[in-house]
């Protein structure tokens, strides 16, 4: 059973930067294409940052050039740095990996942006 477990979160002024985590288990890292999702409140889930390989990155217009999504395999890890937050960046913040067309998800990490 694949496990995701998202930290990092918490509150930030608008300009400053987190680093969220997430910490895989339950199977074999390295294989699995890994994405960050976020869910504003009042509104439904939206795909933030992929990371297919771990040479490949792709991004929402929305972040892109702001948000960094990396990976450490060897401690199955998926991070997604967030430089010069907005107020509008504010939400619960979700790891997920697809695998064998099930979706797995964490718990998720509450980031707040004030303004």
């Known amino acids: 059973q694949i496990q995701l477990v998202e930290s990092g979160g918490g509150l930030a002024q608008s300009g400053e930067d987190l680093r969220l985590s997430c910490v895989v288990s339950?199977?074999?890292?390295?294989?699995?294409?890994m994405n960050w999702y976020r869910q504003a409140p009042g509104k439904g889930r939206e795909w933030v940052a992929g990371m297919p390989s771990e040479s490949n990155t792709m991004y929402a217009q929305s972040v892109k050039g702001r948000f960094t999504i990396s990976r450490h395999n060897a401690q199955s890890t998926l991070y997604l740095q967030m430089n010069n937050l907005k107020p509008e960046d504010t939400g619960v913040y979700y790891c997920?990996?697809?695998?064998?067309?099930?979706?797995?998800w964490g718990r998720g990490t509450l980031v707040i942006v004030s303004s």
């Open positions: 339950g199977f074999l890292f390295s294989d699995l294409e």
């Open positions: 997920n990996t697809r695998y064998r067309g099930t979706d797995y």
